[in-house]
């Protein structure tokens, strides 16, 4: 079944360490992006990437960096330099890079040590 | 800005429609979407509609848009417990890329 797969499901991180959450997609989707989940609020925008070895800034890439190598993968770094990484991280991908539903993964929450 | 609002939460009894409001301040937007997260899990698309139609109607789901006041109404007709979950409605337009406004969700209670 085609889908997207967020791993880990938990992480955990200490101070001053950067990690990765991996995002992977087999609908053959060309647009990706992250998306970062707070209690009661709502999702906010962290990177978006239309196509291989491009993307942009979301709403709040400050201490996000992430990287396109491959249309099926969107990892997405969490630097030491994002203060309060604490929430639940999703994954969405969508077949072109308008109008089209955005698909979602199960997520990843992260929290400090 | 954009700004999509939802009342944070709803309680209905088992059998009874429940009825979610969302309101949206985009006159521009292309696509609404409404989508179910059930606890510890990513967003599943339920239903969307295109910002042109008024209505549109898939089994137990029916979704009403009244443009002329930026309303977006999702029905569940016969809500069950497995119904219980969070419910975000979201906007959509193109920009050069598709970007989607979410609301803060509305947190369903099914009572048995």
């Known amino acids: 079944d085609g889908g997207i797969t967020q791993s880990p499901k938990y992480l955990f991180r200490k101070e001053g360490q950067n990690v990765t959450l991996s995002c992977e997609q087999n609908?053959?989707?060309?647009?990706m992006y992250w998306y970062r989940q707070d209690p009661g609020q709502g999702l906010r925008l962290i990177y978006y990437?239309?196509?291989?070895?491009?993307?942009q800034k979301g709403d709040i890439a400050e201490g996000y960096s992430v990287s396109r190598e491959k249309k099926e993968s969107f990892p997405l770094t969490v630097t030491s330099a994002q203060k309060n990484p604490t929430a639940f991280y999703l994954c969405a991908s969508n077949a072109e890079y308008s109008n089209q539903p955005q698909h979602f993964g199960d997520g990843t929450r992260l929290s400090i040590l | 800005g954009e700004d999509v609002e939802q009342s944070l939460f709803l309680s209905v009894r088992e059998g009874d429609s429940s009825v979610i409001n969302c309101t949206y301040t985009?006159?521009?937007?292309?696509?609404l979407y409404w989508y179910k997260q059930e606890p510890g899990a990513g967003l599943q698309l339920l239903t969307y509609i295109f910002s042109n139609m008024d209505m549109k109607q898939d089994q137990r789901l029916t979704v009403l848009l009244n443009k002329k006041d930026k309303h977006l109404s999702l029905r569940i007709a016969d809500t069950q417990t497995g119904d219980s979950a969070i419910y975000f409605c979201?906007?959509?337009?193109?920009?050069?890329?598709?970007?989607?406004?979410f609301g803060t969700g509305t947190k369903l209670q099914v009572i048995p």
């Open positions: 985009d006159s521009s937007s292309t696509y």
């Open positions: 979201a906007e959509s337009w193109s920009g050069g890329y598709q970007k989607v406004t």
């Open positions: 990437s239309q196509i291989v070895n491009d993307f």
């Open positions: 609908l053959n989707h060309d647009a």
